[in-house]
């Protein structure tokens, strides 16, 4: 069965500070996809990354960067600075691959509610 | 390029009423999804369209729950007699498949249902 766990309900932070989102998957499938949306108050979410299970690269972009791990099982999320327009509810999704290369629905962890203080 | 539109955004029923939620998925996109938001939680898949074919449903997708997309364009949700249970929000979500490789899923604003 496919599962995505974010352990951290509820972060805070003072801005300026770094944080980093966890997610942890399970997963049988050897093709999958991966992705983080941000929530912010106002309810739609926000497309941030997604990654397929054969590329590992880490991935920066400006105060973002995303961490990829098959060993462990985990696509961390940092932000750097982070300031108070990151303040949201941070999900992380998992879907497999339906057929050669046909992704499925999204199966998303709990999210992560960021609170980040002035 | 517009993004993915749902009407009406907030919706208060009694129970036992019906109501159907409208979704205008990103316009070249062929495949949309429909989830369901409780509090707290993340969003859980209920069903999903490629063109005007229904392909899949949720477990979640009770007899009361059903969905179209009757010209491979906009999609509606249907709930019959509902129940407060279904307080929920509804988010849709449009993608483009090409050649086997789907795209990523973008969401709208989603619609808020609330059952007194």
Not at chain 1, 24 to 40: A, G, M, N, S
Not at chain 2, 79 to 108: K, N, P, V
Request: net charge neutral; glycine share 8%.
């Amino acid at each position: 069965a496919q599962k995505v766990t974010q352990a951290q309900t509820e972060i805070s932070v003072v801005e300026k500070e770094d944080v980093t989102l966890d997610c942890v998957y399970e997963t049988r499938d050897t093709t999958y996809y991966l992705f983080w949306y941000k929530q912010p108050p106002s309810g739609e979410l926000v497309f941030l990354i997604r990654r397929n299970s054969f590329d590992e690269q880490n991935e920066i972009s400006g105060r973002y960067s995303w961490n990829f791990q098959k060993s462990t099982s985990s696509f961390n999320f940092t932000i750097t600075a982070s300031q108070v327009v990151d303040s949201a509810v941070y999900f992380c999704a998992l879907s497999e691959d339906q057929y050669g290369g046909s992704q499925g629905n999204l199966i998303f962890g709990k999210g992560t509610k960021l609170s980040v203080k002035p | 390029d517009t993004g993915v539109s749902q009407n009406p955004r907030h919706k208060i029923t009694k129970r036992g009423q019906n109501v159907t939620f409208r979704c205008d998925p990103i316009s070249e996109h062929n495949r949309l999804y429909w989830y369901r938001q409780t509090l707290g939680q993340g969003p859980e898949f209920l069903t999903y369209f490629q063109n005007e074919a229904q392909l899949e449903k949720s477990r979640l997708l009770s007899d009361r729950f059903s969905a179209e997309r009757p010209k491979g364009s906009f999609s509606t949700l249907e709930i019959q007699r509902t129940e407060q249970g279904d307080s929920a929000m509804y988010l849709c979500a449009s993608s483009l498949d090409f050649g086997g490789q789907t795209d990523t899923q973008y969401f709208g604003p989603g619609t808020r249902l609330t059952v007194l």
